[in-house]
């Protein structure tokens, strides 16, 4: 999986090539007025300037960055790091070049060399840090056996000082590599350490909404539907009462008596949507189990069922998406499918939650507009998008439909 570029990485790194200009400016003046050197030392010299200037510049363009994207920060250092490579090849084509000097050069080079591992065990993971470090040492490795032309038990010491130096940036940028790791997994655990005090809110907020509803539905119970009842059975006690002859107050009795009861029927349906639903009453399991066997009693259906026991209860906001989806889709499969058999799972494992209905029905497909909207596809996925859940459906004319529902467990 791609890592996002670390916050301030391409800053630190415009700084450090800033730096390493002014270093190599200041030791190519130094060298020219103190230190004798042939043309192509000059020039090497000069190559290291001219090398972080261009550094420098394609890290001050931000078109350059929004052109090539994620490929800009690794492509600035694949070719930053051939570029030194290739600097201290130049070495070789020096006829006066001798090993002494060429070591001197080498170890001058590692305060520049070692910034980038830093760079690269931040941003990536360590054996993109051991192949940095094998490419930059190994260079020298074979630059000093081209020198000396010989390898012996004399010329070992020579041989060891590259190794010695892989070793030392291998293990800085391990060290780098951790510390960044342990510092990404806190982070992961505070982003999910947030998530789960939203969900934790959105649970006491679900339960202090419940408590309010079945208040409400007592004080209605109490107040208005006993009212309302009580006016019915009055006003059906003064219609017997009436003399047949009184037309005109029969009337206006009979229209009393249809507003009560119109009243206490839309009361009655109040209460019902404020009393607690199935999956309050039995929990997510046995609701999602109640409905199917209902689904499948109705339909003569055969069925695999199969619901596990959760390893904790959902967020209140969680259960009522996996809820309402799965009787959306059962209500699909009873309406539209027309199948002879039907598979439910519930279960969670490695903290994710998964849900899947399978029918053998007539299928439909899911890239017709038309179909879409007659299947309520659009707010099923709304649904599983307030969740953080991935939604998956998959369905062809003639061979079913499979929706599958997956929710990560932030815990």
């Not at 006003?235 to 009337?251: D, G, I, N, Y």
Request: glycine residues 6%; proline residues 4%.
């Amino acid at each position: 999986m791609k890592r996002p570029l670390e916050p301030g990485l391409l800053k630190l790194f415009r700084y450090f090539s800033l730096i390493g200009l002014l270093y190599f400016s200041a030791r190519w003046v130094y060298e020219d007025v103190s230190v004798p050197r042939t043309a192509l030392i000059a020039f090497q010299s000069l190559y290291y300037v001219i090398i972080h200037g261009l550094l420098f510049l394609s890290l001050s363009f931000p078109w350059l960055e929004s052109k090539l994207k994620d490929k800009y920060f690794p492509l600035v250092l694949i070719i930053y790091t051939l570029a030194m490579v290739g600097g201290s090849w130049l070495y070789l084509l020096e006829p006066s070049r001798g090993i002494t000097h060429f070591i001197s050069q080498s170890y001058s080079l590692v305060p520049i060399l070692i910034v980038p591992v830093v760079f690269i065990a931040w941003q990536y993971h360590f054996h993109i840090v051991l192949i940095y470090t094998v490419v930059t040492n190994l260079s020298d490795f074979i630059i000093t056996f081209l020198i000396l032309g010989h390898f012996s038990l004399d010329t070992l010491p020579l041989f060891t000082l590259p190794v010695v130096r892989a070793f030392a940036f291998a293990l800085v940028g391990f060290v780098v590599n951790q510390l960044n790791e342990k510092q990404r997994d806190q982070k992961h655990k505070l982003v999910l350490a947030n998530m789960q005090l939203g969900q934790y809110a959105n649970t006491l907020e679900s339960l202090a909404t419940s408590r309010e509803r079945k208040r409400l539905a007592r004080e209605l119970h109490d107040t208005l539907a006993h009212t309302l009842s009580g006016i019915s059975v009055n006003l059906e006690a003064l219609k017997t009462m009436l003399p047949a002859e009184e037309l005109e107050a029969a009337s206006m009795l009979d229209n009393s008596l249809s507003a009560a009861r119109s009243g206490l029927d839309g009361t009655r349906r109040a209460l019902n949507d404020l009393r607690a639903q199935p999956l309050e009453d039995l929990g997510l399991e046995l609701a999602l189990q109640g409905m199917v066997e209902s689904l499948v009693e109705r339909q003569a259906l055969l069925a695999d069922i199969r619901i596990a026991n959760l390893v904790q209860i959902l967020p209140p906001n969680v259960e009522q998406a996996f809820y309402r989806i799965a009787q959306e889709a059962l209500e699909n499969v009873s309406i539209h499918a027309s199948p002879s058999k039907i598979s439910f799972r519930l279960q969670e494992e490695d903290n994710m939650v998964s849900m899947e209905i399978r029918d053998n029905g007539v299928g439909f497909d899911t890239q017709s507009q038309v179909n879409t909207s007659r299947y309520g596809l659009k707010g099923v996925r709304e649904r599983a998008t307030s969740i953080g859940a991935d939604l998956t459906v998959l369905s062809r004319p003639g061979e079913g439909t499979t929706v599958r529902l997956v929710w990560e467990r932030f815990l």
